[in-house]
């Protein structure tokens, strides 16, 4: 089975700083999809950012880049210039695919911005 | 374009009491999911509709969890009895269909058994 692993509950950021949440997930299959996932207070889960693992180049979106390292199994989030509008709960998710369309979440890290 | 719509968004009962959530996806959307979201932790998939069937349900707690979704639009999931374990925040998500990567999540129903 797959597991999905964040290993900081919580991080903080100055406002208009860079930030780095980690992520690393166990899978022994070779196609699939990473995702970074933001849950603000409102609960609502909001896609932020996502990895195809046949792809060697690392997605970027705005403000917002992974570094994908397929064979560490790692796959960190970026956030560059932070705003508080990013200050909420960051999840990873793993899917196989194509045919999967489970997601497997880590556990979150809760973010904070400071201004 | 309207999101997925969930209600009720808080619930509290009394444990042994049911309880049913309900969630209204994305037009034309055919896949349809049930997650739980315990406090502090990642959601975990409850069950995966295709249209009206349920294709993975291994998730879910068959002896007091239920789930329907008929005519392939709107879904029904209800808890009898509940237990004070149920306590969590319930998410439903709809994606055009189960190979599309994208899911959409509605707002959740955060239920609280006491």
């Known amino acids: 089975a797959q597991t999905v692993t964040q290993s900081q509950p919580e991080m903080s950021v100055q406002e208009a700083e860079t930030v780095t949440l980690s992520c690393t997930y166990d899978?022994?299959?070779?196609?699939?999809?990473l995702f970074w996932y933001k849950q603000p207070p409102s609960r609502q889960m909001i896609l932020v950012i996502r990895?195809?693992?046949?792809?060697?180049q690392n997605a970027t979106e705005n403000r917002f880049s992974v570094n994908f390292q397929k064979a560490a199994k790692s796959f960190s989030l970026k956030i560059s210039d932070s705003q508080l509008g990013d200050a909420a709960m960051y999840f990873c998710?793993?899917?196989?695919?194509?045919?999967?369309?489970?997601?497997?979440f880590g556990e979150g890290t809760q973010l904070t911005v400071n201004p | 374009e309207a999101g997925v719509v969930q209600s009720p968004r808080y619930k509290i009962i009394e444990k042994k009491q049911p309880v049913a959530f309900w969630c209204n996806p994305i037009?034309?959307?055919?896949?349809l999911y049930w997650y739980r979201q315990n406090l502090g932790q990642g959601p975990e998939l409850l069950i995966r509709?295709?249209?009206?069937?349920?294709?993975?349900d291994s998730q879910l707690p068959k002896d007091r969890f239920s789930a329907e979704r008929l005519k392939g639009v709107d879904s029904t999931l209800k808890i009898q009895p509940a237990e004070l374990g149920d306590s969590a925040v319930y998410l439903c998500?709809?994606?055009?269909?189960?190979?599309?990567?994208?899911?959409?999540f509605g707002p959740g129903t955060r239920l609280t058994v006491t």
């Open positions: 509709y295709e249209n009206e069937e349920a294709v993975d």
């Open positions: 899978t022994s299959e070779s196609d699939y999809y």
């Open positions: 037009s034309g959307h055919n896949t």
């Open positions: 990895q195809e693992a046949y792809k060697q």
């Open positions: 998500a709809s994606s055009l269909d189960h190979i599309s990567y994208e899911q959409y």
């Open positions: 998710a793993y899917r196989n695919s194509p045919s999967g369309s489970r997601l497997t």
